[in-house]
Every structure is written in structure tokens, then in C-alpha cells.
């Protein structure tokens, strides 16, 4: 089984950034692909960045492609979500995942899920 505790989220102007972090734990995440999903108040949950278990490939959404990014320490078994430039549709509760599979896709199913960080972008 595998934890993930997901940090980092607040509140934040317009224009600002945030970095969450997601802390793994109960066994290595280095050979999984590993996600970065949120869900806005009356939204469905939507993907926004994902990455491959060595770094080699990412995905970002459209809306936040160019303003967030996605990395990880295998090392430290962490992944993290860099966000520069946010804006108020940014505002969700952002979730961790993990698949057991090597590649990310949005059209898999993640394995583990973390409880999710709320970040806030308000003036």
C-alpha cells in the first residue's frame, strides 16, 4: 500500500505561486507514473499534470501548460507541482495519485490517491 500526504496548498493573490508537495510513504514510488489532478467547488475532478517514473515524459493540461510543473525525487519519494502565475479558475482542491504503471495517462485509472490540498487564488 502506498500513502501520499499532499502539502503545501493556501491562499494566494493573483499572479502568485505556489508549490505542493506530495509525500509518499508504506512503499517506493519510483516505478510509478504520478499524477496532479484538482476538482473546483461544482466541478468534476480534472488531471492537470502528470509524470513518468524516471522524469522522462510529462503531460500538462492546456490550461495550465507554460504556468505549472511537475516534478519528483525518487530519492525522497516526493513528487511536486511548481505553480507560477495562478488565477482564480486555479482555485480546487489538488490531489496527489499514483499508478503502478510507468507511463501517465489520463485515460488510466490511479492506484492511490492522496486527501487532497486546498490552494485558494483570490485578491
Known amino acids: 500500500q502506498v500513502q501520499l500526504v499532499e502539502s503545501g496548498g493556501g491562499l494566494v493573490q493573483p499572479g502568485g505561486s505556489l508549490r505542493l508537495s506530495c509525500a509518499a510513504s508504506?512503499?517506493?514510488?519510483?516505478?510509478?507514473?504520478m499524477g496532479w489532478f484538482r476538482q473546483a467547488p461544482g466541478k468534476e475532478r480534472e488531471a492537470v499534470a502528470g509524470i513518468s517514473w524516471s522524469s522522462s515524459s510529462t503531460y500538462y493540461a492546456d490550461s495550465v501548460k507554460g504556468r505549472f510543473t511537475i516534478s519528483r525525487d525518487n530519492a525522497n519519494n516526493t513528487v511536486y507541482l511548481q505553480m507560477n502565475s495562478l488565477k482564480p479558475e486555479d482555485t480546487a482542491v489538488y490531489y496527489c495519485?499514483?499508478?503502478?504503471?510507468?507511463?501517465?495517462?489520463?485515460?488510466?485509472?490511479?492506484?492511490?490517491w492522496g486527501k487532497g490540498t486546498l490552494v485558494t487564488v483570490s485578491a
Open positions: 508504506g512503499r517506493t514510488i519510483s516505478g510509478y507514473a
Open positions: 495519485a499514483a499508478d503502478t504503471k510507468k507511463y501517465f495517462s489520463t485515460s488510466r485509472f490511479m492506484d492511490y
